[in-house]
């Protein structure tokens, strides 16, 4: 799949995100300390962990939504290094608090968004098209797993190298599933994704697992030892 | 619903050349100033939540002070004093109430989220403006001619008037846009908005209810038009300088 920035156009090269050391609390609570993965293109890095493990949080400062309160986060994009404004615009995103605006249509939000990223409007349609979101109902409306194509849709507009994905399948029926995996593998063909679920997932082309549970229950002992990939 | 990846996602190259839409981006920015201002008042229009809000307020206002004083409450020496002061009372806290709720409601209802992954926040910030900005004339429109009657209130140089209308309403427009996103990010929000706004906007309403005088006195001092405008021009700098420090982790 290819991407709407004009550098992709040339030729699909590597993409590489790469977190070190990641340290994230809030307030006295610690939620990450010192997690470390990578992921390249084509591959999936899956991040597993129980309830408040840090899942969302890791997901959120790859984002760009949250600052790491240390550790270093790298995305590159066709050899070049994104900054942390460049990459909170370039990601996709998926993920249960991601809203829409309720009165506006399925249509209408993506519409408002694609205008945000300077993609062509039709776009939007095709993707909900492909998702089989209704175009015409207003957001508010839509049941909660038409709520998550719609994640999905949206996630997808800019043909983002990276996603990130927090519980991507969930409320979908199989159809939905079965739409969003196709999604998914087209997107791996030049994309790299970082999928977060609390039990262990079948995904395709999975580099690593990530478990935060293990790396959480290490990181509340005295000595903090770093997470690594398996 | 079709089947999953039957349809052909757009090829990049044939978006770009036949779109349109990625365009320089100066255009870009234009374009997502003017997308976040639509989607306001498209969804405005649909929920009408501030809408009621500043109209309910104002008038509810506008008709306990015309009770409260009248034409007859004020002798006509003291008109010139009391009566423009009042109109920007009135505006200040339709204002207070009506526009903070933009930013809160984006943080409340979530939507926040996508709209920090995908807009520029100084468009974002400029598309917030214009449509608080003209939330404000619309409700100026409605409110000043009725103030104007029922108070009785001389106006001797409608230019100045509307000068004063449209200065001061974007300068409230740009300080309750920029002050609504820090008190969107902070708890304790109630209390929060009035705090910042009152050194923020003291000299912008000051200012501006010494301009609305002179439209009824018939002119006004040196400089009070100039030094309005300025300091709308320095909130608006100061806005677009701030508000992605605001908005931004």
């Known amino acids: 799949m290819g991407r709407y920035n004009p550098q992709a156009m040339t030729a699909p090269s590597d993409s590489l995100v790469e977190f070190t050391d990641l340290l994230r609390g809030f307030g006295r609570v610690p939620v990450l300390a010192g997690v470390s993965g990578q992921a390249r293109t084509g591959q999936v890095l899956l991040v597993t962990g129980s309830n408040g493990s840090g899942k969302s949080t890791l997901l959120r400062c790859l984002a760009g939504l949250l600052r790491p309160q240390a550790g270093t986060i790298r995305l590159r994009e066709d050899g070049r290094e994104l900054d942390a404004v460049e990459r909170r615009r370039r990601v996709g995103y998926v993920a249960p608090d991601l809203a829409f605006y309720e009165p506006l249509t399925a249509e209408e939000n993506l519409t408002f968004f694609c205008r945000l990223r300077g993609v062509p409007a039709r776009r939007a349609v095709e993707l909900l098209a492909t998702l089989g979101v209704p175009a015409r109902r207003a957001a508010g409306a839509l049941s909660s797993g038409m709520r998550q194509r719609l994640r999905w849709a949206w996630a997808l507009l800019h043909q983002p190298r990276l996603l990130l994905l927090d519980e991507p399948f969930q409320n979908l029926d199989e159809a939905g599933e079965a739409a969003v995996r196709t999604l998914l593998d087209s997107h791996l063909e030049d994309g790299l994704a970082v999928i977060a679920t609390p039990s262990p997932l079948l995904v395709p082309r999975l580099a690593a697992t990530l478990d935060l549970s293990r790396h959480h229950a290490a990181s509340d002992r005295p000595t903090a030892g770093r997470a690594g990939t398996a | ?249």
Not at chain 2, 154 to 169: K, N, Q, Y
Not at chain 2, 211 to 237: F, H, I, K, M, P
Request: aromatic share 6%.
């Open chain 2, 1 to 249: 619903m079709s089947a999953p990846g039957s349809l052909p996602l757009p090829a990049p190259r044939a978006a770009a050349m036949a779109g349109g839409e990625v365009g320089t981006p100066v255009r870009r920015w234009l374009g997502e100033a003017t997308a976040v201002f639509v989607k306001d008042w498209r969804t405005e229009l649909r929920t009408r939540h501030a809408l009621h809000t500043l109209l309910l307020f104002a008038v509810t206002t506008l008709i306990t002070v015309s009770m409260a004083l009248g034409p007859l409450g004020v002798s006509s020496g003291e008109r010139l004093a009391v009566l423009p002061a009042l109109l920007w009372i009135i505006l200040l806290f339709a204002a207070a109430a009506g526009l903070p709720r933009g930013f809160v409601q984006e943080e409340e209802t979530h939507t926040a989220t996508a709209l920090r992954l995908a807009a520029t926040p100084s468009a974002l910030f400029c598309g917030k403006t214009l449509y608080s900005a003209s939330l404000l004339l619309a409700l100026e429109a409605l409110l000043v001619p009725l103030y104007v009657a029922v108070m009785q209130l001389p106006v001797v140089s409608l230019g100045l008037l509307f000068a004063a209308l449209a200065a001061g309403g974007l300068g409230l427009a740009i300080g309750s846009t920029l002050l609504a996103a820090i008190v969107a990010q902070a708890q304790g929000r109630g209390a929060l908005f009035p705090i910042l706004a009152f050194p923020v906007l003291l000299p912008l309403l000051l200012l501006a209810v010494e301009l609305t005088r002179g439209a009824v006195a018939g002119s006004v001092g040196e400089g009070v038009l100039a030094n309005l405008l300025l300091y709308d021009g320095a909130l608006a700098v100061s806005g677009l300088m701030l508000f992605p420090i605001v908005w931004n982790p």
